[in-house]
């Protein structure tokens, strides 16, 4: 069974200063990896998947994660935070089959900028 | 760039009636998927769809959940006698095939009164 946890409900940060989102997983194999983000009364945005290339991912809006196997830990970061960055975001592992594949999200982190 | 609609944004339904809930999926797409959301708690994968079949579902998924894809272009996820319980909101979601993600609509709040 895979799972992911992330490691804060809630995180605060005030506009201009760096962002982490902290995620671990685990997975009985090499997993896919992705971070979602949803703005209020919106749908799940892909940010930046991992699916086993490069380690560090860059992703849309600034956004960027690094996989790092020996922590399981797929922490997401951004340099310098700006008030649209306010939402919920999501860590999500994938399990696949014969082409299909199930998302399994964690409980996600809302994300609160301080002007 | 191309979406994935639901409708209806918000679905008020008295309990023990049927809910229907409808989405377009990305036109090319080949996998569709539908999840929920209770208030305050994760998502949650319901069914994944493949080929005119479900290809996989999890243990919320009973029988009184069901799914159709009538006309090749809407994806349907029905819930026969609604409960409390089923009261979240619902996303569908498609996908092409092999790496390329699942790209969501913007779901619909289901609230049983």
């Known amino acids: 069974a895979q799972s992911v946890t992330q490691l804060d409900s809630h995180v605060s940060v005030s506009e201009g200063t760096p962002v982490l989102l902290r995620c671990n997983y685990s997975s009985s194999y090499s997993p896919s990896l992705f971070w979602y983000v949803q703005h209020p009364n919106k749908g799940l945005q892909l940010l930046l998947k991992y699916t086993s290339a490069a380690t560090l991912v860059k992703g849309i809006n600034g956004f960027e994660a690094e996989f790092k196997k020996s922590e399981t830990s797929f922490h997401l970061t951004k340099p310098s935070a700006h008030m649209s960055d306010a939402a919920e975001y999501f860590c999500?592992?994938?399990?696949?089959?014969?082409?299909?594949?199930?998302?399994?999200f964690g409980t996600g982190t809302r994300l609160t900028i301080i002007p | 760039e191309p979406e994935v609609t639901q409708t209806p944004s918000h679905q008020v339904t008295q309990m023990g009636q049927e809910v229907i809930l409808r989405c377009v999926p990305i036109?090319?797409?080949?996998?569709f998927y539908w999840y929920r959301q209770i208030l305050g708690q994760k998502v949650e994968f319901l069914v994944s769809?493949?080929?005119?079949?479900?290809?996989?579902k999890s243990e919320i998924f009973d029988d009184q959940f069901s799914v159709e894809r009538p006309d090749g272009s809407n994806f349907t996820l029905k819930i026969r006698s609604t409960k409390l319980e089923d009261s979240a909101m619902y996303f569908c979601?498609?996908?092409?095939?092999?790496?390329?993600?699942?790209?969501f609509g913007d779901g619909t709040r289901l609230s049983i009164l």
């Open positions: 979601a498609s996908r092409y095939r092999g790496e390329q993600p699942q790209h």
């Open positions: 769809f493949y080929n005119n079949e479900i290809s996989e």
């Open positions: 999500v592992v994938t399990q696949q089959w014969f082409g299909n594949e199930k998302l399994t």
């Open positions: 036109s090319n797409h080949l996998y």
